[in-house]
């Protein structure tokens, strides 16, 4: 179900290049990941956080419980 897999690592400084699977798609990495708290991204407006081409938002689900709420 979910599945990390290496596709280059530097020889130098042990930095990885990767792709990790979820149910709900691939995302590569390093990807820039904005993190949305009390059920929005805060810092950055709605076309700015498209034109980040995040691949993923990270939510914490309880604040998303507490609003906007079940």
Do not use: W
Request: aromatic fraction near 8%; hydrophobic fraction near 35%; charge should be positive.
């Amino acid at each position: 179900m979910f599945d990390y897999e290496i596709l280059y690592r530097c020889p130098n400084t042990s930095a990885r290049v990767g792709s990790f699977s979820t149910p709900h798609g691939k995302v590569n990495t390093p990807q820039f990941m904005p993190v949305g708290t009390l059920g929005t991204v805060k810092g950055v407006t709605s076309n700015q956080l498209v034109d980040t081409n995040a691949q993923m938002i990270l939510a914490n689900t309880y604040h998303l419980h507490l609003q906007p709420g079940s």
